[in-house]
Structures are given as structure tokens and as C-alpha cells.
T-cell receptor
């Protein structure tokens, strides 16, 4: 089955700086890679996703890059703000969100004011 | 409702008792998932329902765990003879059928504490 590894497990950055979280996956057939943000006491919320037919996707301060050859993908948050503090999870699946997602172990991001 | 609805939001139960957790998916979503999240941990897949197909039960940790989905909508996750290690947040999610716009949306979770 699919195995997703995520690094780092914790990350602290100064407000205004950039944050990068990296994930690798094992199943070369995976073709859908979403990122979820989870705030304390809440369920995960999708913030951005990427499909295997593109290498990069951007949405305002958030971007995701995908390297299918190396089987890794990354989340980039620029101009970080205190409200970006949360736990971030990467995930992978074989179809466009319609098969079970295999999640990474999460990254606790803390933005230092 | 507008989102995935789960109940109860919090449940404290005695070891050995049975519990039922309910999930009401987003209207029109044919796929429904259950995940478990232990304190400070990642999301562990439990079970997946897709339309009328047989569910994927490969993630259920033991035969004390079962789930059903009635009428293709509401789902119930049942844990029999609860153990302390069952304490976790149980998250339900749903999505549309195969296609371009089938993002998986999560509910707020049911926090289960077994004492």
C-alpha cells in the first residue's frame, strides 16, 4: 500500500518569513496530492491540492510543487501570518480524491509574531 | 446541511461499553470515509463507502469495529466492548463520485474518551 512520509514534524518561523513542508510517497500510481490544515479542536480543511498532470499550483500565499519522478511534493507558504499556525497534513491517493487518502504524520507550524 | 455533520461531538464511555458514532455527509456525496486520529497523531484510515459497492474495510483495527451506511447517506461507526486504546477523535469525510471536482471534506470529528 501507499506510504507517505512528512517532514519536519515541527516548524517555527518568524512572521513574514516562508515555511516549507515536504512529503514523499511510495506508490508511483498515486496521482492526487492534497494538503489539509487542522486547527486545534477542528477537523482537517483542504487548503490546496495538486494532480499529477501539473508540476506546480499556486493560490495566493500558498503553493504546492510536485516531482513525480522523485515522488515528492512540497507545500510552500509565503509571508506567513499568525493565523497560519496549525497542523498541516499532506496526503496521497490513486484517484482524484475518490479513493482513500493516505496521510503523512503532520507538521505543527508555529508562526512567531 | 452545508458540511459533514458528526454526532456526538464528545463522548465519554466506560471500558467495555458499546458506542455508536454518527456521520451525516454533504448532500449528494456518494463516497464516505471514516478516519481515526489519536492525540497528536496523524489520520488513520478505517473504512470507505462508495455508492453501492462493497465497502473497503481494510483499515478497521479489530472485529470490535464495524460501520454501516444506510440508504447511501448517513453512516454509523460502532465500537463494541470499548477499550482505553480506542480513545481518539473519529473523523468522517465525504466526496462526490469520480470526476474532477470530488474534493474530500471532513467533519469536525467525534471525540471519544474511554475511561
Amino acid at each position: 500500500g501507499e506510504n507517505v512520509e512528512q517532514h519536519p514534524s515541527t516548524l517555527s518561523v518568524q512572521e513574514g518569513d516562508s515555511a516549507v513542508i515536504k512529503c514523499t510517497y511510495s506508490d508511483s500510481a498515486s496521482n492526487y496530492f492534497p494538503w489539509y490544515k487542522q486547527e486545534l479542536g477542528k477537523g482537517p480543511q483542504l487548503i490546496i491540492d495538486i494532480r499529477s498532470n501539473v508540476g506546480e499550483k499556486k493560490d495566493q500565499r500558498i503553493a504546492v510543487t510536485l516531482n513525480k519522478t522523485a515522488k515528492h511534493f512540497s507545500l510552500h507558504i509565503t509571508e506567513t501570518q499568525p493565523e497560519d499556525s496549525a497542523v498541516y497534513f499532506c496526503a496521497a491517493s490513486r484517484f482524484f480524491g475518490n479513493e482513500k487518502l493516505t496521510f503523512g504524520t503532520g507538521t505543527r507550524l508555529t508562526i512567531i509574531p | 446541511g452545508a458540511g459533514v455533520s458528526q454526532s456526538p461531538s464528545n463522548k465519554v464511555t466506560e471500558k467495555g461499553k458499546d458506542v455508536e458514532l454518527r456521520c451525516d455527509p454533504i448532500s449528494g456525496h456518494t463516497a464516505l470515509y471514516w478516519y481515526r486520529q489519536s492525540l497528536g497523531q496523524g489520520l488513520e484510515f478505517l473504512i470507505y463507502f462508495q455508492g453501492n459497492s462493497a465497502p473497503d474495510k481494510s483499515g478497521l483495527p479489530s472485529d470490535r469495529f464495524s460501520a454501516e451506511r444506510t440508504g447511501g447517506s448517513v453512516s454509523t461507526l460502532t465500537i463494541q466492548r470499548t477499550q482505553q486504546e480506542d480513545s481518539a477523535v473519529y473523523l468522517c469525510a465525504s466526496s462526490f463520485d469520480r470526476g474532477i471536482e470530488n474534493t474530500i471534506y471532513f467533519g469536525e470529528g467525534s471525540w471519544l474518551t474511554v475511561v
